[in-house]
């Protein structure tokens, strides 16, 4: 069977031959390719948050801090750490998309084992928190604990259901919150020290605690009943600040009120002593004149209560003159006998 020519591809003549590079510009050019090369792989980038941690071999050489950097091509490793970025990590639910509107990730039984705690008072709670923490020493940090992530996430549940189990399900759901948050981040920046992590932690934050869905119900119920119970105590607690201290404050004012009435008539009745005894040693000095005196003085106290009133002779015969039909007051004649004052003593 004839398969056509045989082409000899050992020898192509090519017409004019292939163009012939000077060997310098050769070397040039590959020796501006090698720099080129050396100047990516050399030279990186450590951003403003950031420091970068620089390996040889695989081995801790040094730390470099923000800014554009050179480390040995091809032996030298660059790991970028963010010191100044707070981290977090969320516990019994994950954020999915944060913004105004934020979004979550569905609840799955994985999320559910990492929120559901056992309380002091053998009750049950969901307990959702975040923990905010920054990169303290990224040496520490890097090297110090394998798997860090896994480690701390095991830790911050193991801390928190410590702190959960020593309280009661109220304490836990309503009042004790901020004291779970403080002695939780107290007792994870002491594990975080003892392992050298390199960490800091910066915030403990409970996002939500409620009771599990089945008696989510009753619990409400429990505690419309309490926040009423706690309205009738204040409002009995007003009403007693509104009436006691007003009532202590008049029984106050009624015994000053006594006190002072009661130095008054004393303090009167002393007075009236000591004029009592002054007139009576008047009255031993000069009897007659003292007696009339203390007559015009009674009179003079006396006749202007009395209203208007007309003293007459009890010898007089007739007292028409003397009286005045409209009620007008008249004269006496000065013949007429002591029509004032006249009676005897």
Excluded: C
């Excluded at 950031?50 to 554009?68: A, H, I, N, Q």
């Excluded at 992530?149 to 549940?157: K, L, P, Q, S, V």
């Excluded at 002491?190 to 009771?211: C, F, H, K, R, S």
């Amino acid at each position: 069977m004839d398969d056509g020519p045989v082409v000899d591809f050992r020898r192509i003549n090519v017409p004019g031959g292939l163009p012939r590079i000077p060997r310098g510009a050769a070397a040039a050019g590959l020796a501006v390719l090698l720099a080129v090369l050396t100047g990516f792989t050399a030279l990186y980038q450590v951003q403003p948050e950031e420091v970068g941690v620089v390996l040889r071999f695989g081995e801790y050489v040094r730390t470099t801090e923000p800014g554009l950097r050179a480390k040995i091509p091809l032996v030298e490793d660059v790991l970028k750490v963010p010191v100044q970025r707070q981290l977090k990590q969320e516990f019994g639910f994950r954020t999915v998309d944060a913004g105004i509107r934020t979004i979550y990730a569905e609840s799955d039984r994985r999320l559910g084992e990492e929120s559901v705690m056992l309380t002091g008072d053998l009750n049950v709670a969901v307990v959702e928190w975040i923990v905010q923490y920054r990169v303290a020493d990224p040496y520490l940090f890097l090297f110090k604990v394998r798997n860090l992530d896994g480690t701390f996430r095991a830790m911050n549940e193991a801390v928190m259901r410590e702190v959960v189990g020593d309280r009661t399900v109220t304490e836990v759901l309503t009042v004790g919150r901020q004291e779970i948050e403080s002695r939780v981040e107290a007792r994870l920046q002491d594990l975080a020290n003892q392992y050298e992590m390199g960490i800091t932690i910066d915030q403990v934050v409970l996002q939500d605690v409620n009771p599990p869905d089945p008696v989510k119900p009753s619990w409400d119920e429990v505690n419309q009943a309490q926040q009423q119970r706690d309205r009738m105590i204040n409002e009995a607690r007003a009403e007693y600040n509104r009436v006691i201290p007003r009532a202590r404050g008049e029984a106050q004012q009624t015994v000053l009120q006594a006190e002072g009435y009661s130095l008054d008539r004393v303090n009167r009745a002393e007075g009236d002593a000591v004029r009592f005894v002054a007139v009576h040693d008047e009255y031993q000095r000069a009897p007659e004149v003292t007696r009339r005196r203390l007559y015009l003085e009674t009179m003079q106290r006396v006749l202007p209560r009395v209203g208007r009133k007309l003293y007459v002779d009890e010898d007089a015969t007739g007292v028409l003159p003397l009286l005045s039909l409209d009620g007008a007051p008249v004269r006496p004649p000065a013949s007429t006998p002591a029509v004032a004052g006249g009676g005897g003593q």
